[in-house]
C-alpha cells in the first residue's frame, strides 16, 4: 500500500527566505508526482506536475524535483513571500488517471 | 463553468439521517473524483468515475456511502445513516485525462458536520 509522508509538519520563515519542502513515498512505481497548496475555506490548487520519467518542473519561484527511484521529491520555494502561507500537499498517481495518495501536508507560514 | 463547483458549501445534520453532495465538474473533463478530508488528516480517496466505465468503489469506508455520475456531468454522492465520524470537508475534482497530464482540479468542497 502506497503511503506518503511530508515533512516538516509545519514551516514558519522570515520573508525573502529560500525553502524545502520535502515529499517521500513507499512505493516507487508511481505514474506522477502533484505538489498543490491549499488555503483555509478552499479547495486545491494544483502548484507542478511530475511525470514519473521526469526530473523536475519549474513554475515561477517554485521548482519540484523528483527522485523516482528513492522514493522523494521536493519542492523548493524561492524568495519566500505572505502570500505563500498555506498548506502545501504532495500526491502521487500509481496508474495514468487514477485515483492520488496524499500525504498529511505541510503548513507553511510566511512572516513580513 | 470556469471550474468545479460544489453545493452545499456546508451542511450540518442530525445523526442518522442521509445528506446528498453535488459535484459540477469542468465541462468536458471525463473523470471524477470524490475525496474526504477529516480534521487534522490528509485527502482520503473515496471514488473514481472514469467515462462510462465501472467506477473505482475501493476507498469507499463503508456501505452507508453511495455515488453516482450521470454520463460526464454532474455526480452525487450519498451518505446514509449518517455517523458523528462522517464529519469532513468532502472534496471532488475532475479532470480530462488529455495529453496534458492528469492534473486534477479541486472543487471548493463541502463542509459536513454531523450532530
Known amino acids: 500500500k502506497q503511503e506518503v509522508t511530508q515533512i516538516p509538519a509545519a514551516l514558519s520563515v522570515p520573508e525573502g527566505e529560500n525553502l524545502v519542502l520535502n515529499c517521500s513515498f513507499t512505493?516507487?512505481?508511481?505514474?506522477?508526482l502533484q505538489w498543490f497548496r491549499q488555503d483555509p475555506g478552499k479547495g486545491l490548487t494544483s502548484l507542478l506536475l511530475?511525470?514519473?520519467?521526469?526530473r523536475e518542473q519549474t513554475s515561477g519561484r517554485l521548482n519540484a524535483s523528483l527522485d523516482k527511484s528513492s522514493g522523494r521529491s521536493t519542492l523548493y520555494i524561492a524568495a519566500s513571500q505572505p502570500g505563500d502561507s498555506a498548506t502545501y500537499l504532495c500526491?502521487?498517481?500509481?496508474?495514468?488517471?487514477?485515483?492520488?495518495?496524499f500525504g498529511a501536508g505541510t503548513i507553511l507560514r510566511v512572516k513580513s | 463553468g470556469a471550474g468545479v463547483s460544489q453545493s452545499p458549501s456546508n451542511k450540518v445534520t442530525e445523526k442518522g439521517k442521509d445528506v446528498e453532495l453535488r459535484c459540477d465538474p469542468i465541462s468536458g473533463h471525463t473523470a471524477l473524483y470524490w475525496y474526504r478530508q477529516r480534521l487534522g488528516q490528509g485527502l482520503e480517496f473515496l471514488i473514481y468515475f472514469q467515462g462510462n466505465s465501472a467506477p473505482d468503489k475501493s476507498g469507499l469506508p463503508s456501505d452507508r456511502f453511495s455515488a453516482e455520475r450521470t454520463g460526464e456531468s454532474v455526480s452525487t454522492l450519498t451518505i446514509q445513516r449518517t455517523q458523528q465520524e462522517d464529519s469532513a470537508v468532502y472534496l471532488c475534482?475532475?479532470?480530462?485525462?488529455?495529453?496534458?497530464?492528469?492534473?486534477?482540479?479541486f472543487g471548493p468542497g463541502t463542509r459536513l458536520t454531523v450532530l
Open positions: 475534482a475532475s479532470s480530462s485525462q488529455g495529453t496534458s497530464g492528469t492534473v486534477q482540479f
Open positions: 511530475i511525470q514519473s520519467s521526469q
Open positions: 500526491a502521487v498517481s500509481m496508474e495514468y488517471g487514477n485515483k492520488l495518495v
Open positions: 512505493d516507487s512505481a508511481i505514474y506522477n
